[in-house]
């Protein structure tokens, strides 16, 4: 996830941008004309869901693309997938304390959304700025999360991969292309390996993929 640093400043714009970073888009799958759904005002179509899946077809694409060069032997997957429900449990410690932050705002955001619909009285300032605050905090939590999964990634490659499939890590990502804000030219072999691990190996999808691509290694 992004850091929200950059929402800093104007707590209503901040609130829109840190949702907009925080949540994950629900998958359409209403299976009526084009409607709008009362949660998050998404547009369905009569085949959403099919090009949902299409869609997640195509990422697992990408991720194959990226796993398969790996090579990986049938004893190499076990430490792997180790690590990554090691992830699972730290991203699942971490959505838990913004599940119990979320949870102490919620009277006060429901009252100020019912009394915005029902009297027209705006959002108290004070109660934005404090929403704001907290989805920042949310923001760097998840980034130091992410950083330390992607630690606890590095050190199970090292310990399983061969010189060579960590070159293969090395050298198949353009960091530069996929994120602007770095410069790969001041990147190391480690840090692009780690970009590997967080965009290849942190992908939620890449766990079942491993599990799959395991039965026919060798």
Known sequence: ????????????????????????????????????????????????????????????????????????????????????????????KIKGMED?????????????????????IYPPHAMEVKAANLLNAMGVRRTFAINENVDTLYEAAKKTFDEGQMTVMEKSLDAEKMDPSVKKDSMDKPAKIKFFLRQIFLDPLTYDLLIKLQKNAS
């Not at 929200?4 to 299976?31: E, H, K, Q, T």
């Not at 032997?73 to 997938?81: E, F, I, N, T």
């Not at 990554?84 to 449990?89: D, F, G, P, S």
């Open 100 to 120: 119990d932050d979320l949870a102490k705002l919620d009277i006060d955001i429901d009252s100020a959304v019912t009394n915005a619909l029902d009297k027209g």
């Open 1 to 92: 996830m992004k850091n929200l640093r950059p929402f800093i400043g104007n707590p209503r714009i901040g609130i829109c941008l840190a949702l907009g970073l925080l949540m994950s888009v629900g998958v359409a799958n209403a299976d009526t004309a084009p409607a709008v759904t009362a949660a998050q005002g998404q547009v369905t179509t009569l085949n959403g869901a099919k090009s949902d899946a299409i869609l997640l077809k195509i990422r697992q694409i990408d991720m194959l693309n990226q796993l398969l060069p790996l090579g990986m032997k049938k004893s190499q997957y076990d430490p792997m997938l180790a690590a990554i429900e090691k992830c699972r449990a730290n991203e699942k």
